[in-house]
């Protein structure tokens, strides 16, 4: 099992930036995706942005252009660098990886971190 320790979440005025970092506590198990979902007001997870081993990225529309992903295969940790923060950015975020073990791909989460942006 790999778990997750997030940190850098807050309260930030819009306009603001935060960044966000998630730590994965393993030394064993190869991990490919490393990504971040917000948390919608249905409880369903929504990718804000992603990026692979190999460093490829993948964002939400929304992201696209505000927020950079980025990781360090070396500290198996995953960052999400927020700017230009607007109220509808608002929620939990999750960190998420992917991770090979006994034969197959699993996803482990972290426990979430609070963001909130106010007007």
């Known amino acids: 099992q790999v778990q997750l320790v997030e940190s850098g979440g807050g309260l930030v005025q819009a306009g603001g930036s935060l960044r966000l970092s998630c730590a994965a506590s393993t030394n064993i198990f190869i991990i490919d995706t490393m990504g971040w979902y917000q948390q919608s007001p249905d409880n369903q997870r929504e990718l804000v942005a992603s990026v692979t081993r190999g460093g490829m990225t993948k964002y939400a529309a929304s992201a696209e252009g505000r927020f950079t992903v980025s990781r360090s295969n070396v500290k198996n940790t995953v960052y999400l660098h927020m700017k230009s923060l607007k109220p509808e950015d608002t929620g939990v975020y999750y960190c998420?990886?992917?991770?090979?073990?006994?034969?197959?791909?699993?996803?482990?989460w972290g426990q979430g971190t609070q963001v909130t942006v106010s007007p």
């Open positions: 998420s990886a992917t991770y090979y073990k006994d034969g197959r791909w699993n996803d482990s």
